[in-house]
């Protein structure tokens, strides 16, 4: 219980897409939700996902290129990240969480290792 484990990053160009997965072991949470943390800079909220109910939240900024879903029969969580930019790189974490604010931090309970996205110009 409380592993999370994420794949999918990489290194891309400029206008690329990416999907990155997350399988947590354990329950089913309430709340899935995704966080990137540029070097230098603190951890943001790119999107989330309500288990049961299916709705979704994503950053304004994101809205036209990202969208998270789910796949219920495989309890794994996807971020699509399409026509990516340099400001996109990041380190990019999952988290599950029993319910709360989707887009706090300490909303979550457990976080993944994270995955590394790296968007070259």
């Known amino acids: 219980q409380g592993q999370l484990v994420e794949s999918g990053g990489g290194s891309v160009q400029a206008g690329g897409n990416l999907t990155l997965s997350c399988r947590p072991s354990?329950?089913?949470?309430?709340?899935m939700g995704w966080f990137r943390q540029a070097p230098g800079k603190e951890r943001e909220a790119v999107a989330a996902?309500?288990?049961?109910?299916?709705?979704?939240n994503i950053a304004d900024p994101l809205k036209d290129r990202f969208r998270i879903s789910r796949d219920n029969a495989k309890n794994t969580v996807y971020l699509q990240m399409n026509s990516l930019k340099p400001e996109d790189t990041g380190m990019y974490y999952c988290?599950?969480?029993?319910?709360?604010?989707?887009?706090?931090?300490?909303?979550?309970?457990?976080w993944g290792q994270g995955t590394e996205v790296t968007v070259s110009a």
């Open positions: 996902i309500y288990s049961f109910s299916g709705n979704t």
């Open positions: 988290a599950a969480s029993y319910g709360g604010s989707w887009d706090q931090i300490r909303a979550y309970t457990y």
């Open positions: 354990g329950p089913t949470y309430r709340l």
